[in-house]
C-alpha cells in the first residue's frame, strides 16, 4: 500500500501570499490531520477531518484552513502568510477517527516565507 | 491542561549501551501513548504504542516502553544503540475526549557515538 503524500514538497511564498497544501491518505483511510512543525513550538495541532467533515481544530488563528474531499484527500490553505508560517507541514492518515487508532505520517510540505 | 513531558531535550550514548529516553504525561483521563521517531528530512514513523493492554509494549528496530500509570510515565528504552538510531524521538499523547488530536511532546535528539 503507497503511504501518506504531500504535494509540493517544498514551497517558497513571499509574506502576504496565500497557499495551499494537499494530502494523499493511504487507501482505505478516512481521517485526515495536519500538524505544524517549527524549531521554537515543536509539532502542534491544527485540525483533524473525518468522513469531509472537520472533527476538531487546535489553536490556530483563521487564517489556517482545510477542508476535506470526498476521496479522503486533503487540501490545506494558508492565507496571508506571515513570516511566522514558515514551517513544516506534516499530514496524517488513520483509517478511522479514534484514541487508539495509529496515524501515519507523510513526509510533510517545507514552507518558507520570505 | 492535558499534556506530555519528555525531560531530556538531547541525550548522547556510545554505540551498544543502553538507551533511556524519559517521558511522562498529565494522567486527566486514560491515554493512548505512542513513540514516533523522525529522521532527518524525513517525517514520523510509529515506533510503538500503549493502548490499555499490555503494560510492556515492544516495537520496532528493538525499541520498547513500559506503561508507569502510578508514575504517569511511558519511558522508551533499548537494550544496545545502533548508529542509525539517531534521529529525534517524540513521546505522543491522545486523550480519548479529543479525537485525533496528537499532543506531542518536545522531542528528545538522540546522538550514538561510535
Known amino acids: 500500500k503507497a503511504g501518506v503524500t504531500q504535494t509540493p514538497r517544498y514551497l517558497i511564498k513571499t509574506r502576504g501570499q496565500q497557499v495551499t497544501l494537499s494530502c494523499s491518505p493511504i487507501?482505505?483511510?478516512?481521517?485526515v490531520s495536519w500538524y505544524q512543525q517549527t524549531p521554537g513550538q515543536g509539532l502542534q495541532f491544527l485540525f483533524e477531518?473525518?468522513?469531509?467533515?472537520?472533527?476538531n481544530k487546535g489553536n490556530f488563528p483563521g487564517r489556517f484552513s482545510g477542508r476535506q474531499f470526498s476521496n479522503s484527500r486533503s487540501e490545506m490553505n494558508v492565507s496571508t502568510l506571515e513570516l511566522g508560517d514558515s514551517a513544516l507541514y506534516l499530514c496524517?492518515?488513520?483509517?478511522?477517527?479514534?484514541?487508539?487508532?495509529?496515524?501515519?505520517f507523510g513526509p510533510g510540505t517545507r514552507l518558507l516565507v520570505l | 491542561a492535558q499534556s506530555v513531558t519528555q525531560l531530556d531535550s538531547h541525550v548522547s550514548v556510545s554505540e551498544g549501551t543502553p538507551v533511556l529516553l524519559r517521558c511522562n504525561y498529565s494522567?486527566?483521563?486514560?491515554?493512548?501513548l505512542f513513540w514516533y521517531v523522525q529522521h532527518p528530512n524525513k517525517g514520523l514513523q510509529l515506533l510503538l504504542k500503549?493502548?490499555?493492554?499490555?503494560?510492556l509494549v515492544k516495537g520496532i528496530n528493538g525499541f520498547e516502553a513500559e506503561f508507569k500509570k502510578s508514575e504517569t510515565s511511558f519511558h522508551l528504552t533499548k537494550p544496545s544503540a545502533h548508529m542509525s538510531d539517531a534521529a529525534e524521538y517524540f513521546c505522543?499523547?491522545?486523550?480519548?475526549?479529543?479525537?485525533?488530536?496528537?499532543?506531542f511532546g518536545q522531542g528528545t535528539e538522540l546522538s550514538v557515538k561510535p
Open positions: 496524517a492518515s488513520s483509517s478511522v477517527t479514534g484514541v487508539q487508532e495509529t496515524q501515519y
Open positions: 487507501s482505505g483511510h478516512r481521517s
Open positions: 477531518y473525518f468522513s469531509e467533515t472537520q472533527r
Open positions: 494522567s486527566s483521563y486514560s491515554p493512548s
Open positions: 500503549y493502548t490499555s493492554a499490555a503494560t
Open positions: 505522543v499523547v491522545r486523550y480519548y475526549n479529543q479525537g485525533g488530536k496528537l499532543i
